[in-house]
């Protein structure tokens, strides 16, 4: 009867927490829905965005920027070259040196090959050897013969899976500028994809490469124009079936083309590293994409509204099991407490009538603990007391019970236990305690205990199975302390 209000509050705080928090987020972006769409319209639809095929071209030399860096760094390494000169002793030298360069700057692949071997060396060990007369080795001889110290190329990766990679390949010179190899890092394809996708999000434009015969080369995740996918031929996709003869090879530019009475704007730039066109596609459907963006901001803020919910709920929970632990758990020896035993021996009471099985309690009260808090203080009786209890805890079965019932007095219920095995348990346990000796403030200090033995009978209460107890204890104090006393 007590929880039901508890689930009450916390059934109306989660409501009022969705109601609110689903009426903002819902109002926002309504208002934001509509402010954008009147501006839209109010528009001119020619009215360039803050993108360019400049811009985009730029922040893809940045991003192929830093692996040029990374694959200059390893030619001129002198470790690298030290190595070679050496005469490539040590192969596991070299695999650590790539596996390290490949780990510490996030590169997908990296690689050296020796002129002088012709061994091709990859972050996991030796790859191959590489032949003048083998089709996929043209590129090193390539490189071999480049005026220029480094080339971007796109190739597929033989030490991945055959994944398409755009490699940077550089020229390694040895200390009197001869060619002893090439070196380099490779950046995976599916990169430069995540790249398009996060452009095409910002810039609110489709962003795709095209190579001179006019075949999609790379798009982002969605697929190029009109859902095209790589491999796929712009003479193909209504529109631009003709643009094609416009770009002479290589040429940049911008053009006009109509798909199903919408008009697209291109910005088209030859990457002369690539060979490859980068084409960005701007279309008027402007107000599709505020409405999709409106859907996408009402999906996120469901989330978030449901992210906040959780927690919420979680944290109401957390700090009413909090507030149940503390109500039911004895700060000082970290027991359960009288209401924690109840609720335990309630439960013990029901395994011993369902089972039909043994079930004994046992009072323990420290004899003349009073003494000890008036001589020494309540400090050094509360650490006696802790002493005491973990000791209990130590010698005790994990299915007993053991709570401190209030003062210095402390109950125990056995479970599959008679009263034989009780009493031979409650002896041991005097014993134990006289035996024991406690060092508090520089003093050694001992007490002993008094039990109570009591159990239970079919159809008794665990009222009068603690009245039966008790009175056994009160027994055992009046007998002279330090002793057992079983209640028949």
């Known amino acids: 009867m007590p929880l039901r209000p508890k689930r009450h509050t916390q059934t109306s705080l989660v409501l009022l927490l969705l109601f609110l928090l689903g009426s903002g987020f819902l109002t926002t972006s309504l208002l934001s829905y509509y402010a954008s769409r009147d501006s839209i319209r109010d528009s001119i639809i020619n009215t360039e965005l803050p993108l360019t095929s400049d811009t985009v071209y730029s922040e893809i030399q940045k991003d192929l920027v830093r692996p040029t860096l990374i694959s200059s760094m ?39 090959v020796s002129d002088k071997s012709s061994v091709y060396y ?28 480094y080339e971007i190329n796109v190739d597929v990766d033989m030490a991945n899976a055959d994944r398409l990679t755009i490699f940077i390949n550089y020229k390694v010179l040895d200390y009197e500028g ?26 609110s434009r489709s962003v795709y490469f095209v190579d001179t015969t ?21 003479v193909d996709i209504p529109g631009l079936e003709n643009l094609m003869e416009k770009l002479p090879t290589p040429q940049s530019g911008q053009f006009e083309y109509q798909e199903q009475g919408h008009e697209h704007f291109l910005n088209v730039r030859y990457i002369p590293e690539l060979e490859w066109y980068l084409f960005v596609d701007k279309q008027d459907k402007a107000l599709a994409g505020i409405r999709q963006g409106l859907y996408i901001n009402l999906l996120l ?31 000082l020896t970290e027991l359960p407490n009288r209401r924690g035993f109840d609720i335990l021996a309630e439960q013990a009471l029901q395994e011993a009538q369902r089972d039909t099985s043994p079930l004994c309690a046992v009072l323990l009260d420290l004899d003349n603990f009073k003494s000890i808090n008036d001589q020494y203080g309540h400090l050094a009786g509360d650490e006696v007391l802790q002493r005491f209890a973990q ?14 019932w209030g003062g210095e007095e402390f109950i125990l219920l056995l479970k599959n236990t008679d ?48 009245g039966r107890t008790d009175r056994a204890l009160y027994r055992a104090k009046q007998a002279g302390r330090d002793r057992v006393c079983v209640d028949n």
């Not at 070259?81 to 192969?91: C, H, I, K, S, Y």
């Open 391 to 404: 000791q209990l805890r130590e010698r005790l079965r994990q299915s007993d019970i053991l709570c401190r």
């Open 301 to 331: 803020c469901l989330l978030v509204t449901s992210i906040v919910l959780v927690l919420v709920n979680l944290a109401i929970r957390r700090y009413q099991q909090r507030i149940e632990a503390l109500a039911t758990t004895d700060s």
């Open 214 to 234: 006019g075949r999609i080369t790379l798009t982002g995740a969605q697929g190029g124009p009109l859902g095209a996918k790589v491999g796929d031929k712009l």
């Open 122 to 149: 990859q972050s996991k060990g030796v790859l191959k050897k590489v032949k003048p007369n083998e089709p996929r080795d043209v590129w090193y001889y390539r490189v071999r013969m480049l005026p220029e110290p």
């Open 74 to 112: 390893m030619a001129r390494d002198t470790f690298l070259r030290d190595w070679v000169l050496a005469g490539e002793q040590d192969t596991e030298q070299m695999t650590r040196y790539l596996r390290e360069v490949q780990e510490h700057y996030g590169a997908f692949t990296s690689f050296f």
């Open 419 to 466: 009263r034989q095995a009780a009493h031979d348990l409650a002896e041991k346990l005097r014993q134990q305690c006289a035996e024991q000796r406690y060092q508090v403030e520089g003093q050694t200090l001992q007490v002993t205990v008094s039990l109570g033995l009591s159990q239970w009978q079919a159809g008794e209460s665990l009222h009068a199975l603690l």
């Open 178 to 203: 001869n060619f002893i190899g090439a070196a380099g890092v490779g950046l995976a394809v599916d990169a430069v994809v995540k790249l398009i996708d996060e452009y095409q999000q910002r810039y």
